[in-house]
């Protein structure tokens, strides 16, 4: 026997027949869901809510500033703090990067716990189903916390049962530090520590041993998350207030949700944002039959109420909130950490069709659909707009334009706020213009940057100071009319939220500073127009 056969037959006895699935999950992470996180990781510019993250990103013990500030999502810009120290002037790619590596770790962790619940075949499928997902892949490659709020779901979960079923202190402390590490990450994890108490209380026989420690786990959990729940529900005010400070800036332009709401959610958590109208009919025909029939079969099931309760419970409790309330907090994005627990509910579906060949089509489906969506996603076409999902602009390339000529005196005007902070990361961190980055936080108030505001309604408009983080996190709003720039150039990025409109109101700011100044130069960049003004002599 030739020694290459040797080696082959050690291969497949030794390594292949033990290790075979854990084989095909390596595959699957490293040949299908790795590379399609990875491409065109650094392609799109900054946006308003990844740069929010980079300039507020704090150490541990600056981080109870913020939470003076009403300011409760600040775990993931701990992490992001101590990340950045790799480079200070750090680039998109190495930003994105850990997104992609929570991404990575949740595929592998979803088979762990769907196995862990049902069996390995619905914990392959499960896998596979988040490696394909577009709306996993799409925060997978933005610097927020989403891609790791949907892996600390995964695992929290997968502790939390471990725990009962092992009894093994170190799921205790993950249970833990996890729970804790969501609560401060995101204000919507709340609702999953609610679940994981109504499973303790639904399974309170399973836990009948250990129930006096998931009571200890939960109360260091609350008493350690008072200041976050202070900060979130109470404020300046009182429980889901009005003018309680941080719901003001959240609800401030999330509209109350619909019905319609619930089905846009589930369009999106199966063929994406980027899918394009004519596969809406097949796409949302096939997974609305793999869902009904998956809730079907899991409501027989102890463990299929722990996956339906995660997937269910957040967005109806959100919905009924914002209905009561009128405080709107429904965002689809806010329930992407509990997609895997969908795609769980997907997976059993298929695994509960009886012919292999069926199973075979239904995954290809799935496979053809993503593929097409994500075709759209990587061109950046957005055919639809949603809420909170911006078209990605050339933000990057038009501070670089003005970075060429920016002198130390020159004014920079915004008419849309989502160019502002993106355009503060690229003047500190990528082109290296200020020195002294984080110094004075939370006192940030040396920037030069404003955004003129119009109201539309009124056919007036408000310089609004661009002061995102001040020690009072407060905006100060100038009448134009009463305000005067002594700035002799003014560079003007002019966008909107949605720029295919000519009569959005910002154009009342191009008319405003045209009567005070001469425009010189102005060029155009994707969804972006800088302008470059100067003052007339009188």
Known sequence: MSLILKIKNIFYNKIYSKYKIELFLFSLMFFLGLPLRLYKLSNKSLWFDEADVVLDSVNILDSFKVLELHNPIIGYKIFVFYWRQICPYIHEWMLRLPSVIFAIAAIFFIYKLAALLFNKDVGIISSFLLSISPVHIYYSQEAVAYSFLAFSTIVTVYCL????????????????????????????????????NIIVILRIKKF??????????????????????????????????????????????????????????????????????????????????????????????????????????????????????????????????????FYIIIAFAIWKFNEKNIKILLIASTLVLSTISLGNYYRDILPFDVIAVPTKKEIREAAAYINQSLEKKDMILHTCRNTALPFEYYFDFYFNKTQDVFKDYPERKTNKQYIIFCQKLENSMQLYKYMMRDK???????????????????????????????????????????????????????????????????
């Open 208 to 341: 009948e041993g250990i129930y006096r420690k998931i009571i200890l786990c939960n109360l260091i959990v609350v008493i350690i998350s008072i200041p976050c729940f202070y900060s979130v529900f109470l404020g300046r005010n009182f429980l889901f207030v009005k003018n309680n400070f941080y719901f003001e800036r959240t609800a401030g332009y999330i509209p109350l949700p619909t019905w319609k709401s619930f089905y846009l959610l589930f369009k999106n958590l199966t063929i994406g944002y980027n899918a394009p109208d004519f596969i809406y009919p097949a796409g949302i025909f096939l997974f609305l039959i793999l869902f009904l029939k998956g809730v079907g079969q899991l409501i027989k099931r102890e463990n299929g109420i722990i996956v339906l309760l995660v997937t269910l419970l957040p967005p109806f409790m959100v919905f009924f909130i914002a209905r009561v309330t009128s405080i709107s907090y429904y965002l689809d994005r806010y329930f992407v950490p509990l997609a895997p627990f």
């Open 161 to 196: 049962m471990r725990f009962t079923r092992d009894g093994h202190p170190v799921f205790f402390y993950y249970y833990i530090l996890l729970n804790i590490i969501n609560i401060y990450t995101h204000p919507i994890m709340w609702f999953l520590f609610l679940i994981e």
């Open 472 to 538: 009072n996190l407060q905006s100060e709003y100038v009448p134009v009319d009463n305000y005067e720039i002594n700035n002799g150039r003014v560079f003007l990025v002019f966008s909107s939220w949605k720029f295919d409109d000519s009569s959005i109101p910002e154009i009342y700011a191009l008319q405003w500073l045209e009567k005070k100044y001469t425009m010189e130069t102005k060029k155009n960049f994707n969804g972006i127009s800088v302008y470059l003004f100067t003052k007339r002599d009188i």
